[in-house]
């Protein structure tokens, strides 16, 4: 898998997150599921063999940080959603 597949699949990954998240709510958690069951190839094989038990237990009850500034002009928020740890 090139390097130019792997970002526009982390890119399409992030979108869906996003959209997921704001049109419906879902929580994270069923979101990096759902990421999980369209896994394929290279990445199923990561995902299935190469992670540990463990490690998807880690993943999937990530709790992404949030950081808000009173900054009238700028609120950062830091969310790291589990498809992105993905």
């Known amino acids: ?6 970002l ?3 890119q399409q ?6 959209a997921y998240k704001t049109q419906t709510g879902t929580p994270y958690k ?17 995902w299935d063999y190469h992670l ?4 998807h237990l880690q993943i999937l009850n990530f709790i992404p940080p949030s950081t808000h500034t009173r900054n009238a002009k700028t609120i950062t928020q830091q969310t790291k959603q589990a498809n992105q740890t993905l």
């Open 30 to 46: 069923a979101i990096a599921e759902l990421l999980i069951a369209s896994f394929s190839s290279q990445l199923k094989g990561w």
């Open 13 to 18: 990954m992030t979108m869906a997150t996003k």
């Open 8 to 10: 526009n699949t982390l």
């Open 1 to 6: 898998m090139s390097e130019y597949h792997i």
């Open 52 to 55: 540990t038990k463990a490690e």
